[in-house]
Nanobody, 135 residues
Framework: QVQLVESGGGLVQPGGSLRLSCAASGFSLDYYLIGWFRQAPGKEREGVSCISSSDGSTYYADSVKGRFTISRDNAKNTVYLQMNSLKPEDTAVYYC????????????????????????????WGQGTQVTVSS
C-alpha cells in the first residue's frame, strides 16, 4: 500500500526557512517521481516542484525558482523540500504526491511537458503539512 507522510511544516517569519519531508512507506521511492504541491485557502492546488525517479532531474514552478530545492534520499525513502527566503504568499498546506511508475521515456515526456504541475496526474497523496509565513 502506497503511503506518503509529510512533516516539517510550521510558522516562520518572512525570509525564514523550513525543510519539509515526505516519507514513503509500502513501496520503494527508487522508481517513483515525487511532486510537491500546495493549496492556499480559496485557491486551487498548484504544483511547486517535482523530482524524477531516474536521473534526479528537478522541476520548479516559477514562483519558487531560486528559493526552493527538492531532493531525494532513496536510502531513507524520503523526499525533501528545502524552502528558503519564504514569503507570506508561500502560506499554504503542502502536499507530496506520486503516481505509478512510468517508463523512462514516458517520465521524460511527463516532466518536460509540464504535466508534473497538474494535480490530476497524481494518484497517491499525503495528508499535507501546514506552512504559515507571517511576522
Amino acid at each position: 500500500q502506497v503511503q506518503l507522510v509529510e512533516s516539517g511544516g510550521g510558522l516562520v517569519q518572512p525570509g525564514g526557512s523550513l525543510r519539509l519531508s515526505c516519507a514513503a512507506s509500502g513501496f520503494s521511492l527508487d522508481y517513483y517521481l515525487i511532486g510537491w504541491f500546495r493549496q492556499a485557502p480559496g485557491k486551487e492546488r498548484e504544483g511547486v516542484s517535482c523530482i524524477s525517479s531516474s536521473d534526479g532531474s528537478t522541476y520548479y514552478a516559477d514562483s519558487v525558482k531560486g528559493r526552493f530545492t527538492i531532493s531525494r534520499d532513496n536510502a531513507k525513502n524520503t523526499v525533501y523540500l528545502q524552502m528558503n527566503s519564504l514569503k507570506p504568499e508561500d502560506t499554504a498546506v503542502y502536499y507530496c504526491a506520486t503516481r505509478d511508475p512510468l517508463s523512462d521515456w514516458r517520465e521524460t515526456l511527463f516532466l518536460r511537458g509540464s504535466r508534473w504541475y497538474e494535480a490530476a496526474e497524481y494518484e497517491y497523496w499525503g495528508q499535507g503539512t501546514q506552512v504559515t509565513v507571517s511576522s
